[in-house]
Each structure stands twice: as structure tokens, then as C-alpha cells.
Nanobody, 121 residues
Framework: QVQLVQSGGGLVQAGGSLRLSCAASGSIRSINTMGWYRQAPGKQRELVSSISSDSSTNYADSVKGRFTISRDNAKNAVYLQMNSLKPEDTAVYYC???????????????WGQGTLVTVSS
């Protein structure tokens, strides 16, 4: 079995910082793109940031300059450092990864369990 497990998140005041972590475990051969999505109440899930296997990064315009994505391939982990948080960053954050697993699983797209980030004004 292959899974993603998230940690981090919580309540923070506007202007504060939080760090999200996500680690993959199980019968993993390699991990391609890893990323973070978020879903605010009443809104669709949106891409926040992604990082490829060669560490090329991509950010939503709304978080550029404030959020930083990174990955540790030795730990099969991805992180999201969130600085200068705003109330509009409040959402459930999900990690996502495209994983090549050992047989019999093959290529999988997995989601973490989600973690709530609340930014108070």
C-alpha cells in the first residue's frame, strides 16, 4: 500500500507563518511531481504550488513571493513554507503526488488527508 500523510497546519494570525509537510510511504519506486492544493469553503480545489522531480517549481499568482515549496527525495517528502499569511489563505490544504509504485500498483496519483489552515485577521 502507498499513501501520503500530511502534518502541520492550524490557526495563525494574519502575517504569520506555517509549514506543511507531507510524506509518502509504502512500496515506492519513484515520485514524479509533488504539489499542494487548497480548497476554501464554497470554492473549488485549486493548485497552490507544485515541484517536479528535478525541483522545478510552479506557484499560483496569489501565493508567489509568500509561499515556498521544497522536497526531500530521500524522505519522499514535500513541504510548503507559508509566510505572510492572509485571511484569504484559509482553506483545507491537500498534498498530491504522482508516484511510480512497485508492482502490482504501478503509477498512482495520491492525495493526502487534508489539513486545515485558518488565518485570522
Amino acid at each position: 500500500q502507498v499513501q501520503l500523510v500530511q502534518s502541520g497546519g492550524g490557526l495563525v494570525q494574519a502575517g504569520g507563518s506555517l509549514r506543511l509537510s507531507c510524506a509518502a510511504s509504502g512500496s515506492i519506486r519513484s515520485i514524479n511531481t509533488m504539489g499542494w492544493y487548497r480548497q476554501a469553503p464554497g470554492k473549488q480545489r485549486e493548485l497552490v504550488s507544485s515541484i517536479s522531480s528535478d525541483s522545478s517549481t510552479n506557484y499560483a499568482d496569489s501565493v508567489k513571493g509568500r509561499f515556498t515549496i521544497s522536497r526531500d527525495n530521500a524522505k519522499n517528502a514535500v513541504y510548503l513554507q507559508m509566510n505572510s499569511l492572509k485571511p484569504e489563505d484559509t482553506a483545507v490544504y491537500y498534498c498530491n503526488a504522482v508516484i511510480v509504485a512497485l508492482p502490482p500498483y504501478g503509477s498512482l496519483e495520491l492525495w493526502g488527508q487534508g489539513t486545515l489552515v485558518t488565518v485570522s485577521s
